[in-house]
């Protein structure tokens, strides 16, 4: 069974920086891509920014570049990287994974922005 678990939300001030965690119950390197999602309540989820095998990454242009995502694959953990962060950035956190083996997301963290 394949667990994501997401960790590193919380409350921030406008302007400020989170890091949030993904790690895996299994190696991350079976993985096709992986990537980070948002979601607000009443709104649909939305792609925040996605990293395949190869390493290209991919993410929606409202970011800015102010979000950046990376992998240890020795901890199996995917990264997100929010710089700069604002208010619209309020939202519960998503992981998924996907592959051979399925699609697969985590639980979620929130991250509020607010001073």
């Known amino acids: 069974q394949v667990h994501l678990v997401e960790s590193g939300g919380g409350l921030v001030q406008p302007g400020g920086s989170l890091r949030l965690s993904c790690a895996s119950s299994?190696?991350?390197?079976?993985?096709?891509?992986m990537g980070w999602f948002r979601q607000n309540p009443g709104s649909e989820r939305e792609l925040v920014i996605a990293?395949?095998?190869?390493?290209?990454?991919t993410s929606a242009d409202t970011f800015d570049g102010r979000f950046t995502i990376s992998r240890d694959n020795a901890k199996n953990t995917l990264y997100l990287q929010m710089n700069n962060l604002r208010p619209e950035d309020t939202a519960v956190y998503y992981c998924?994974?996907?592959?051979?083996?399925?699609?697969?997301w985590g639980q979620g963290t929130q991250v509020t922005v607010s001073s």
């Open positions: 990293i395949i095998a190869t390493g290209s990454t």
């Open positions: 299994i190696s991350i390197s079976t993985f096709t891509g």
């Open positions: 998924k994974a996907w592959g051979s083996a399925g699609v697969r």
